[in-house]
T-cell receptor, first 111, second 122 residues
Framework: RKEVEQDPGPFNVPEGATVAFNCTYS??????FFWYRQDCRKEPKLLMS???SGNEDGRFTAQLNRASQYISLLIRDSKLSDSATYLCVSDQSGGSYIPTFGRGTSLIVHP | GAVVSQHPSWVICKSGTSVKIECRSLDFQATTMFWYRQFPKQSLMLMATSNEGSKATYEQGVEKDKFLINHASLTLSTLTVTSAHPEDSSFYICSARRGGLGLGGRAAGELFFGEGSRLTVL
């Protein structure tokens, strides 16, 4: 079983839609989680950190559910420019503080 | 602007040659850098953790003699793909965490990525 799992998608949504991604992690000792965005052939860039209390940044909301060991990312009012791959990251791998990535969820926002 | 710079951004080489990729943290010191490899439509797979002043820690299945990592200073780590073959063609990305470890040894600070290096071995 992979340490961080995501549905690869693609999620194909119209502009203005609300879309949600989930990501499950297997290491219960993981402390920090992040969502990164990666555009085609580019490096990943931090979208937001995920706090226990949840956090919101504009149209983006991230939440953590420790009991069920998953994190989520909600995007409201989708824009064409939101089309990208969204990577879920846990800060733990085998007990070490090494960032571990999910395979990413592809989002396509169409007009 | 970029805080982690990676060079070259792309390289094409003949089979059997060696290729060096540099990763620099531009405005912070990084005692630890990570090297990842990403094949098309796949996730970033950790290859090794580069530690300044000591040997790199390689992930299972990654040949340390083939992927040489040198972290000679707090701002520079290099990955050398020795005797490259077509199956080594991939997108290689380095990253560094600004801030290192925080209280209680917990990971702290944002993770920054280099721009990536696309290697094509003919």
């Amino acid at each position: 079983r992979k340490e961080v799992e995501q549905d690869p998608g693609p999620f194909n949504v119209p502009e203005g839609a609300t879309v949600a991604f989930n990501c499950t992690y297997s290491n219960s000792a993981s402390q920090s989680f992040f969502w990164y965005r990666q555009d085609c052939r580019k490096e990943p860039k931090l979208l937001m950190s995920v706090y226990s209390s949840g956090n919101e940044d504009g149209r983006f909301t991230a939440q953590l559910n420790r009991a069920s060991q998953y994190i989520s990312l909600l995007i409201r009012d989708s824009k064409l420019s939101d089309s990208a791959t969204y990577l879920c990251v846990s800060d733990q791998s085998g007990g070490s503080y090494i960032p571990t990535f999910g395979r990413g969820t592809s989002l396509i926002v169409h007009p | 602007g970029a805080v982690v710079s990676q060079h070259p951004s792309w390289v094409i080489c003949k089979s059997g040659t060696s290729v060096k990729i540099e990763c620099r943290s531009l405005d912070f010191q990084a005692t630890t850098m990570f090297w990842y490899r990403q094949f098309p439509k796949q996730s970033l797979m950790l290859m090794a953790t580069s530690n300044e002043g000591s040997k790199a820690t390689y992930e299972q299945g990654v040949e340390k003699d083939k992927f040489l990592i040198n972290h000679a200073s707090l701002t520079l780590s290099t990955l050398t793909v020795t005797s490259a073959h077509p199956e080594d063609s991939s997108f290689y990305i380095c990253s560094a965490r600004r801030g290192g470890l925080g209280l209680g040894g917990r990971a702290a600070g944002e993770l920054f990525f280099g721009e990536g290096s696309r290697l094509t071995v003919l």
